[in-house]
């Protein structure tokens, strides 16, 4: 369920109707801070026992005094470099500013790896040390810094990126003294931790340490390739298969600030995802975010524009019906004085006494015979009666003419071979006029049929409404049955191993297997009598559809389906538009719609809907990664299966483990995600002894502790012996680290 879901009242289930408009959420723009002012108020207060304290994190680099209550500074890890010809300089801009220019962003390099906290860019590294310094007040007139250092570092930090840091601390800066620790060591110890499971899920990875008599046991800690960062990306690739063709482009700062505001953990995620699309409640659980877009503009026409092109379009409707109606009088001029030549040769043909003669000039002006010149005659002079009355505007049923036949009654040896031959004519004319009579006989007694049964239909629903309902239930259910019935024979035409697609090709098998006999092109002999019977052609139908009937096959479904719901819409009072399945069908109702768009309609045309995306189930799927990090294709063990290793086997005969068990504690700012505290709690609980009491605890700020934890470690004197002075450095090589509960381990 989503948070701002948990007190509501339960609805009603079923598809309701879309909600008012969706919450819009906006993304944000880069991160901008603006000029920041060098702070001297720090240096002023320090001396030369006062630390500086650098949270040297991957997704952001704190810096601040030993006695500061909070860092001052906060500088993302990256840095722009380039020159400008037209000015001749050099710009450098560090952190946030690389966002202040367009060309700075273009050149902007990360201090660590993409998804490591691993430094790769020591240049970059070496002016994110400068900036912070500078706007630490730091004076470096004397060219070194007269303050000791401390700073912090991943789990198993390479000797390799400490030497490195080593040598600029102590050859490019003359710091006097370095140290350096575990940040999340440094958050638990400044929590007041001192035996428990340390948890640590920050921006590129995941850390399980336990902790005993507040020393690490660096040799049963365990590493979880997953954070923050790998969360957004995961989120993006997310995105980009849910939406393939979105027109805008979604940045990393933006991806990992949906994160941090939209997921959360699941109690129950299995659950929770088969429900999450759900129809009732899906306006809570879906987030819209909304994409910076460009409206199309649509020109408005003044009114006296509109009234001059409606004219406009009159104007030229006026000259096409001209043009028409000058068409329609040419045409009326050629045919009535087509009918005039056919009159003037019916004329000439009366005063010719030979039929030799007759055919020699009905055969000169394109007629085989006077029946046929007769035929002109009538359809030119209807043509033209037709064309007057509709310019006139007086429009008459057209009279259809009862044909007559009379050579039919005429025997054939009182007629030539002409006459034979119209005869002929005549009688299969008749024929299909016998045949349409027929036909329209049959039409006018099943109309006759069918107004007879609508009438005993409403006489039997005015008696028994209740059952004439049901009877119509029925009905609209079979056809339904019957819908899915080829609908499930179709999938399972495309699945070779199905009982349908079997029984297809066995019928081919059994045509194939058949010996034809050998056919000659004349005389007997053939006894190939396939097809002399209409059951045999079903055959091509079983192999093309399978075993379904011919009635079946012809009956059109959808027809019936929609008539017998019309008549429930009108006479069925709990039959509504919703239960139809037209509506129940609908593809904006559907669980892939929900997905993409929510519970709300979708307007393709819409700038600012396709500049739209929406978050629901990957509101949970996200966070969940860091519990099952198999549904993200990484072949790790999650945090619960990890802690109870730890718990369950590699300190099962310690007897600090029940001490440890009573503090499992949660830092880094992955870990901030609501709900995740419970989810640990209850996960831990199933997989451990019922007994056992467990205790599962946040930092009190899960992101900052760990800078406070180091300023504090560094406020000690017991810890001045744990930082490497310049001589020792010298001495030793860079190689040496000194070891103390908050640090790693030498090796």
């Given amino acids: 369920m989503a948070p701002s879901a948990i007190d509501e009242a339960p609805q009603l289930a079923g598809r309701n109707p879309p909600k008012p408009p969706p919450k819009l959420w906006s993304v944000s723009d880069p991160p901008f801070e603006g000029f920041r002012p060098i702070d001297k108020e720090g240096w002023s207060r320090s001396n030369s026992e006062t630390a500086i304290v650098i949270d040297n994190g991957s997704s952001a680099v704190r810096a601040g ?3 500061d209550s909070k860092p001052r500074l906060s500088v993302l890890p990256n840095m722009a470099r380039y020159r400008d010809r037209k000015l001749n300089r050099t710009f450098t801009f560090v952190g946030s500013d690389v966002y202040a220019d367009g060309t700075a962003r273009g050149q902007s390099k990360p201090v660590y790896e993409p998804g490591s906290n691993i430094v790769n860019n020591w240049d970059v590294m070496e002016g994110v040390l400068d900036y912070c310094f500078v706007k630490m007040g730091v004076d470096g007139r004397s ?22 840091m080593s040598e600029i601390l102590f050859e490019c800066y003359g710091a006097p003294s370095v140290a350096y620790g575990i940040d999340s060591l440094f958050s638990y110890s400044y929590n007041g931790g001192r035996n428990g499971l340390v948890m640590d899920s920050s921006y590129t990875s995941t850390h399980v340490i336990p902790v005993v008599d507040s020393k690490p046991l660096l040799s049963q800690t365990t590493r979880l390739n997953w954070g923050r960062f790998q969360s957004a990306q995961y989120l993006l690739k997310l995105l980009r298969l849910k939406y393939p063709t979105f027109p805008g482009k979604i940045s990393d700062n933006q991806a990992e600030d949906l994160v941090r505001e939209h997921c959360y953990v699941s109690q129950d995620y299995e659950n929770d995802l088969s429900s999450y699309l759900d129809w009732t409640g899906l306006e809570d659980r879906d987030h819209t975010i ?5 409206e199309q503009i649509v020109i408005q026409k003044t009114e006296e524009e509109l009234a001059a092109a409606a004219e406009k379009r009159k104007e030229s409707g006026r000259r096409l019906q001209a043009q028409a109606a000058k068409m329609r009088l ?16 019916q004329a000439q043909l009366e005063e010719i006494t030979t039929k030799k003669e007759k055919a020699r000039v009905l055969e000169s002006n394109d007629f085989d015979d006077e029946n046929q010149l007769n035929k002109r005659v009538k359809e030119l002079e209807a043509a033209i009666k037709k064309a007057r009355n509709k310019d006139l505007g007086d429009v008459e049923e057209e009279q259809v003419e009862v044909p007559t036949f009379p050579l039919l009654e005429v025997p054939d040896d009182q007629l030539d071979e002409e006459g034979i031959k119209q005869k002929r004519q005549q009688r299969l004319m008749k024929s299909n006029y016998d045949a349409r009579q027929r036909a329209k006989i049959e039409k006018e007694k099943e109309k006759a049929r069918q107004a007879e049964e609508q009438r005993l239909d409403d006489q039997r629903r005015e008696t028994d409404p209740q059952g004439w309902i049901e009877e119509r239930r029925i009905a609209r259910q079979a056809i339904i049955q019957k819908m899915k019935d080829r609908e499930r024979l179709k999938a399972e035409l495309g699945n070779r191993k199905s009982l349908a697609n079997q029984m297809r090709m066995k019928s081919i098998a059994n045509l194939a297997s058949d010996a034809p006999t050998k056919k000659r092109r004349r005389g007997g002999g053939d006894d190939d009598t396939f097809g002399a019977d209409d059951a045999d052609w079903g055959v091509y139908r079983t192999i093309a559809t399978g075993e379904g009937s011919d009635d079946e096959e012809e009956e059109d479904l959808s027809k019936n389906l929609k008539e017998i719901e019309s008549q ?5 009072p709990n039959f509504t538009e919703e239960s ?4 129940q069908t609908d593809w904006t109702k559907s669980i892939l719609h929900s997905f993409l768009h929510g519970p709300y309609p979708y307007d393709a045309e819409s700038q600012k809907e396709t500049n739209q995306i929406h978050l629901n189930v990957e509101r949970i799927r996200v966070p969940e990664v860091v519990f099952q990090p198999t549904i993200a294709g990484l072949d790790q063990a999650g945090i619960v299966e990890i802690a109870s290793n730890i718990l369950t086997e590699r300190l099962a005969d310690s007897p600090h483990r029940d001490n440890v068990l009573k503090d499992i504690f949660l830092t880094g700012g992955n870990t901030m995600f609501q709900g995740f505290e419970e989810r640990l709690r209850s996960e831990l609980r199933a997989v451990l002894p019922a007994e056992q009491a467990i205790n599962v605890r946040k930092a009190g700020d899960c ?11 560094a406020g000690r004197k017991e810890s001045k012996q744990h930082f490497i002075t310049r001589q020792e450095f010298l001495e030793k090589g860079a190689e040496y680290i000194k070891e103390h509960d908050q640090g790693n381990a030498a090796y």
């Fill in 143 to 164: 060219g070194r810094i007269d303050r000791p250092i401390v700073m912090t570092e991943p789990v198993a930090n390479l000797g390799y990126s400490r030497k490195t």
């Fill in 703 to 713: 992101v900052l502790d760990a800078w406070r934890g180091a300023a504090q470690w």
């Fill in 568 to 572: 429930l819409l009108q006479h069925d």
């Fill in 65 to 67: 005094w030993s006695f």
């Fill in 580 to 583: 139809t399945r037209e509506a």
């Fill in 330 to 345: 040419e045409k009326l001029k050629k045919k009535e004085e087509e009918l005039e030549w056919c009159i003037q040769l």
């Fill in 290 to 294: 909304q994409f910076p877009y460009t």
